[in-house]
């Protein structure tokens, strides 16, 4: 049965409550506060992911596209400049997240956006259902850029014969050679320097063409999927004017038919999802 309360009953009930929230100790709330504030930086600190598609497996757009997005996040406007410079997709990318982050477009509609678009060119490499796409193919095309951002020339290493110097593309994904590389500055140092067909026409030895970003990239992705390679926290390049660190930040491991990623930070590791049991690339 409920009791019915009169109006003296409320005025001594609400006498009661305002004098139980008076006595609450200060210092009891100060600490939940602060518990709270723990925890919301915590999610805060978590690494951003994006939900797979198992209908029309996705998992290739999720490893690549977390590691972009969580390197995105750590400098917003500095990445925003990066990003849009090295190809239009990349632009494309970019702004989706700034939507993202805006609360206009939910992260897993940018993914099928530009899965959409892919598909759409390159129906055979980027399709929908159950069949894979190669996250090295979409990393590839995700980068790709026409315009000329290096210069090639014909060397000697027997004498001091230089050719002329050729404008030339040279991307920013690094594709690895099977027993050739141990490491990736290796890998790197076998991308830009190759043996040439010509011989110099002053000792008549074999030339090496050598080739040379006009602007060092800031980011480089180094596809090394099928052979064992050294996996290095930085590589340290000596450019004509200075020397260049660079972090890694993801990978990308392949294992199961299934792609995960792995995001790493200056302060911490994290997995996404669980390791599976082959790298295909990393940052």
Request: include cysteine; glycine fraction near 4%; aromatic fraction near 10%.
């Amino acid at each position: 049965m409920k009791k019915e309360l009169k109006s003296d009953d409320l005025e001594q009930y609400n006498v009661k409550k305002c004098k139980a929230h008076m006595d609450e100790d200060l210092p009891k709330k100060k600490k939940k506060l602060s518990q709270i504030s723990h925890f919301d930086q915590r999610i805060v600190n978590e690494p951003r992911g994006i939900i797979w598609d198992g209908e029309n497996y996705s998992c290739a757009y999720e490893a690549l596209f977390s590691l972009l997005w969580n390197i995105w996040l750590t400098e917003p406007a500095k990445w925003t400049l990066i990003f849009a410079a090295i190809s239009e997709r990349m632009k494309i990318l970019e702004e989706g997240f700034e939507d993202v982050e805006d609360g206009i477009l939910p992260v897993e509609r940018l993914r099928n956006n530009i899965r959409q678009d892919l598909h759409h060119q390159f129906p055979d490499i980027f399709p929908y259902g159950y069949r894979g796409t190669s996250v090295v193919k979409l990393v590839t095309k995700m980068f790709h850029n026409e315009q000329t951002n290096a210069s090639s020339q014909l060397q000697c290493k027997n004498c001091d014969f230089c050719d002329d110097l050729i404008d030339d593309r040279l991307s920013s994904v690094i594709h690895g050679t099977a027993n050739i590389s141990a490491t990736v500055r290796e890998q790197l140092q076998a991308t830009m320097v190759t043996a040439s067909r010509q011989v110099c026409p002053e000792c008549l030895n074999p030339l090496i063409n050598v080739i040379s970003y006009n602007h060092f990239p800031k980011l480089l992705i180094f596809t090394v999927g099928g052979y064992n390679i050294e996996m290095s926290k930085y590589i340290k390049i000596t450019t004509n004017d200075r020397s260049i660190k660079l972090y890694l930040r993801g990978i990308v491991y392949f294992g199961g038919f299934h792609f995960v990623s792995r995001i790493i930070r200056k302060d911490d590791t994290r997995d996404m999802t669980p390791c599976a049991d082959r790298t295909e690339f990393k940052y």
